[in-house]
Every structure is written in C-alpha cells, then in structure tokens.
C-alpha cells in the first residue's frame, strides 16, 4: 500500500514541476469551448437541424403552422421537410432529424368548428437544443392559437410533445452541451501525456529498476492510476465550479460528477496505456495514440457536441469510450447516474490493471 | 554472497549466457568483463531477478531468485548501466522514492538518504531538480540510488560508461567503499583497465560463456608470457649487447641507437641489475609492459577485447 502512495506521490510532484504542460492540455479544450461559446452561444449562430413534418390535414390552419417553422429565425435553424407520418417516425428511430411533427387529417376543421385537436411532437432524444427550440415555438404558436379561439369560442388545442423514451434525463443549458465533451477532450489528452509517462519510465530503465526491488508492479501501476484519478478529480472540480460558476452549468452533486470525471478518466487512463504498451518504441506509441485519440475526441463529442453532429455521427460518437463517459456525465450532472454505472467502470478498472501490470512487468525485463 | 551455478539463459534459439558458474563472497569485488553482447548485462539481469533464467540456479545470500524472488530482491542493490532516474524530482526525492520502493521509511530512510548523499558528494545540491545535474553527477546518485537501503549484494553495471575521468575515479572509490564494509560486490565492465585496478576476482566472458575466471595475478600467469621493459634514450647497440648478454633469462628485442626493448620474467624485480648494466647510455624514459587481460583474451579468443 505504502508504495502505492508514494509512487502517486512522486508523478504528482512531476506533474506539479510542469505546470506548463498540464495547462497546454487544458488549453485546447478550453479554447475550443470558448469558440463554440462565441459561435454558437447565446447571440452567436444557431445550430441546425431538420424538422419533419407529416401534415395529414393539408389545410389553411395546418398550412399556416407549418409555414410559421420556414420563416424568420427558426428557418434559419431548421430544414423543414414534409413526409408522411410513417416515413417520418421510420426517419425519427433512425435518429435522422431533431423531430417529427404530425398534424392529424381535420386539425384546420376542428380549430374552426370548435371541436378538440390533438397534434403529436416526436422528439429525437439524442439532441436537445434543437427539439427544445422546435416545441418551445411550437408551444408559442399553439398558445397564439388557442388565444384567437378564446375570442372565437374554440377549445385550445392540445400539444402531445412525445419523447422517445430516452436511457438519460438530460441536464439544461448551453454549458451543459459544450463543457462534457470539452473536459473529456481534455481528459483524454492529459491522459495519453500521463499514459506517455509508462513509456519514459521504461526508456530511461525506472522499471528495469523497480523489477529489482521487493516492490510489485501491481502497486506500481496503481499508483501511477492513483496520481492520474486525483489529477483528473482535480481538473473535474475545477471545470464544473467553473462552467457553473460563469456558466450557469447545473450540477446536481459536485461529489458524484467529479467522483464520474475521476473514474471514467482513470478508465481512459488505462485504455491508452493499454495501446501504447502494444507499440515497438516511443515515437510509435505517439503514433498510436494520436491515430486512436484523435478520432475519438472528434466522435466522442470533443470538437462538436453531439447535439450539432449529424445523427449517425452523433449515435456511433456516443458509444466511443469518452462519448460514452459524456453521455454519462451529462447523466450525473442532472442528478440521475445510476450506481451500476460506477460499478460497471470500476470493473473495467480492474480488469485492465490486471491485464496492463503483467504488461508493464515483461516491458520492464 | 553470489553462488551462479550452470547458469543458461536462451532467447529462442539464440543462447545469450551459457554454463556461467561463479562465486562472489562479502567484502569482496568480483568483476564480469567482456566485450559488448558477451553476456554479462543478461548474468546481472539473471542474478537481479529482472530476466528468468532458462537453466541453472542463482542464490543470492541463500536466496532462491526464481523461487524466493523478493527476499533475494530486499539483498540486492542495483546500479543499472542506464541513469534510471526522475530527471524531475531532486536527489533527495529520487532516493526518498527508491528507498521507499525498497521498503525504508520515516527517520531511518532520512538519515540514510542524507547519508549516501554526502557520501557521493551531492548533499549540497540535495534538493536541486538533477536535470541540472552534469552527467558524472547524475552517474553518482543513479549509484546512490542502488545503496541507499544498504544492499548486502551490490550489483553494478557497467556504471562509468560515458562518465568524465574525474567522476570515474570517485565513483571506483565508492565502489571500493561498498566491498570494504562488507557488500559482496559483482561488476561489469568491459574497461580492461578498470577491472584490473578494481576487481579482487575475475571472470572473462565471452559469447556467453566464462572463458577464464580466477585472481587477477592467476589470470596474467595464465598467458605466460615475459614482461616488456622499453627503455628510450642514447644507446650503443653493441655495448648493450654485451652487457646484457651476460644477464640470465634477458632477451633483447630491439635495440638501436634511441630505442631498447627487452623481455624477461618479473622484469619489475630485476630493474636494478637492468640499470647498473646499462651504465653509460644515457636514459630518458622506462616502459614495463605486464601480461595483460586483454593479451590473455586474445590468447583465449584470437579477438581483442574491445571488437
């Protein structure tokens, strides 16, 4: 145990003597998110996405609705595509538009007769900017219209927004898109120069060196995990007081969003280990993790949230390590991570250290 | 104390240590010297427990390698031919960390680590990040790494590779210190010199086998050959003929009007006679050329050392 911690100790104080280099890793994360801010936050563009629209009724009243979406400022945000119902939810489960609006045969007949209407919202539960703004306007204009029914006499139309059952109750706000992907762009980078560090370690002879002591690889390796989770604890803590500070960032429980930033970091930690130990030198495992991390960064909602990524992107990125790790700090943030969650990572923890110190040992002789 | 007994080690079909059979006692320096590849990095690698060997038996002060691996581990001291250091942190914390990898803590790691850092020299500059350190420095506290928690059996490698004369000396000196309190001390090296001025015992390695082991002194009886004297200076060739001549076992070389070069038995005991017959010549320089390893490793081997 006691070598556990000092080996924690001692990468804490090298990364302590690169102040440096720990803030270029943050930097690009952070800098992106700023350019995402100016761009697509509050008075920069909007994101777009594509609303369906099955218009059974084809009437003046529907005709009307419809239009409302291709005008002004919302069609600048949306392409509004008119399909059949059928088409359309066949389109909503392969995730390929922000939502699917059907107007039922008779909605125009029944606003004017007075009779009850009800129209249906299919919600992409993958994206929540857009599907937000759609039922937001569309909520708007029902109200509008069921203000000129009060004059007229008429009953207000009823709006039945459905949301395909989703596995994540989402967390609200611009910082809740952005900040996940970016602080695990970041993660992953840090991770890889920590993961980098195993490498060092073997070039300059320090593991040939530890082999020869009574100290085990095991505790070595936990260790250098122990040094990696409180690094990416602390660098968790920082962004979410952050982000919610200036932000407005909504966290649920700090504790359990940092302890989910922690573990999953410490999980990614051990995937790049994992693959730089596979290479035949330094420059190659450089090589190596680049070529993986990059792509990941990139699907796994790093650059672009997944909201503003085209659907099939965006469905493949949320099942990549670090999008996946997202999709559940986003999850953690609104209060509702699942305990399973964490037992499922500290698994996959555990099975890697297993792995990945026999690994490190036969590297070292 | 080292007892290597049969010791083989294969990497497929390439045999890197073949049959290596030794013995180092406490207190003493036994040297490992060959030429690069000979086997002597993959023997300590054996002897340290880094490398499985693949036949034979190593105990280490009675202690199994393969079989009781972490208590022959908590015997040994090793000084790895690369500076396997943290060119981060300060010598204080690179010894604070390897003593703490081998099991020293609280006020007994403190006090050791500020001993071996007076011990090298580098108590001064203790608490200095040693990527400011110069390369000789860097060679001692890579060394005082491998003391730090008292080792009964130091094993070095190569340690003065790439390291100034200055520091070489210093570091020869540390070595000796170790085996004079009691280290039992195995050391490669393939700096013939070195090993001559340092090791009270010897092995010559060569592609993997031991080709002659034995004292320093057994090991040049074993060339058997004559020591060279040169003499370098104003001669008269035939006058030197004739009072060598009569001097038994004196063989002339060489001899010419500057130069004389003569070979005879325990040329260092008989100078005086060599002297007092060569009254008259005018003598400006003396060389004596012993057997030497590298003449008895060509004698084994019909290669130099250094190829």
């Known amino acids: 145990m006691r070598f556990i911690w000092i080996t924690a100790l001692k990468d804490l104080r090298r990364l302590g003597r690169e102040p440096v280099a720990v803030l270029t890793w943050l930097a690009i994360p952070s800098f992106i998110s700023i350019i995402l801010t100016l761009v697509f936050g509050p008075g920069g563009a909007k994101p777009h996405g594509t609303l369906l629209i099955a218009d059974q009724d084809k009437a003046i009243g529907a005709t009307m609705l419809t239009n409302a979406f291709d005008q002004g400022a919302l069609g600048k945000m949306l392409t509004v595509e008119h399909i059949t119902e059928a088409e359309g939810r066949r389109r909503m489960d392969r995730g390929d538009a922000s939502a699917l609006l059907v107007i039922p045969s008779g909605f125009s007949a029944s606003f004017v007769t007075g009779q009850p209407v009800t129209i249906d919202l299919v919600r992409n539960p993958a994206q929540r900017a857009l599907p937000d703004i759609i039922e937001d306007s569309l909520g708007i204009m029902l109200e509008r219209a069921a203000s000129y029914g009060a004059v007229a006499q008429t009953p207000p139309i009823q709006l039945d927004a459905n949301i395909i059952p989703n596995k994540t109750e989402q967390p609200d706000g611009f910082a809740a898109i952005i900040l996940p992907g970016a602080l695990f762009m970041g993660i992953f980078f840090i991770a890889g120069a920590l993961a980098a560090d195993v490498w060092r370690e073997r070039t300059s002879g320090a593991l040939r060196r530890i082999a020869t002591t009574p100290a085990r690889f095991g505790a070595f390796l936990a260790g250098k995990l122990l040094a990696a989770t409180l690094m990416f604890a602390g660098i968790g803590a920082l962004a979410l007081a952050v982000a919610h500070r200036l932000m407005h960032l909504r966290v649920a429980s700090f504790p359990v969003a940092i302890a989910w930033i922690a573990a999953s970091g410490s999980c990614l930690y051990l995937i790049i280990v994992l693959i730089q130990s596979a290479a035949s030198s330094e420059r190659v495992s450089t090589f190596m993790t680049n070529l993986v991390t990059l792509p990941l960064v990139m699907l796994g909602g790093g650059f672009v949230p997944f909201e503003w990524m085209p659907q099939s992107l965006a469905r493949i990125g949320e099942w990549t390590p670090n999008g996946w790790c997202v999709m559940q700090l986003r999850v953690a943030l609104s209060g509702s991570l699942q305990p399973i969650v964490f037992v499922t990572i500290a698994a996959i923890i555990g099975a890697m250290w297993l792995i990945e110190m026999r690994i490190i040992r036969k590297a070292a002789c | ?307």
Request: proline letters at 4%; aromatic letters at 4%; charged letters at 25%.
């Open chain 2, 1 to 307: 104390m080292i007892e290597v007994e049969q010791l083989r080690k294969q990497y497929g079909d390439f045999t890197a240590v073949q049959d290596v059979t030794l013995t180092a006692q406490p207190g003493e320096i036994f040297g490992l010297l060959g030429p690069n590849g000979a086997g002597k990095t993959t023997t300590i690698g054996c002897i340290s427990t880094l490398l499985s060997p693949s036949g034979g038996t190593i105990r280490v002060m009675g202690h199994d390698v393969v079989k009781d691996g972490i208590e022959a581990r908590r015997s040994i001291g090793v000084v790895p031919q690369e500076i396997a250091l943290y060119e981060d942190l300060s010598a204080e914390e690179n010894l604070s960390y390897w003593g703490g990898a081998q099991g020293l803590r609280g006020a007994e790691l403190r006090d050791r680590i500020r001993e071996v850092l007076d011990l090298t020299g580098l108590l001064d500059r203790a608490k200095e990040p040693i990527k400011r350190f110069s390369g000789g420095m860097k060679r001692r506290l890579n060394f005082a790494c491998g003391i730090v928690h008292r080792p009964k059996v130091l094993l070095l490698d190569e340690p003065t590779v790439g390291v100034d004369p200055q520091s070489r000396v210093r570091l020869l000196e540390l070595v000796r210190d170790q085996a004079r309190s009691g280290a039992c001390v195995l050391y490669t090296t393939h700096y013939m010199e070195e090993a001559e001025s340092l090791c009270d015992r010897l092995a010559i390695v060569d592609h993997g086998r031991i080709i002659a082991q034995g004292t320093l002194r057994e090991l040049r009886a074993m060339v058997g050959g004559r020591d060279i004297l040169r003499l370098t200076g104003t001669f008269h060739p035939e006058q030197v003929r004739s009072a060598l001549g009569g001097i038994d076992g004196v063989e002339i070389i060489h001899a010419d009007e500057t130069q004389l070069a003569l070979s005879m038995n325990d040329a260092s005991h008989r100078l005086p006679m060599i002297f007092a017959a060569l009254n008259g010549s005018e003598l400006r320089g003396t060389t004596l050329t012993q057997p030497s390893l590298e003449s008895l490793f060509i004698k084994l081997t019909g290669s130099e050392l250094r190829e």
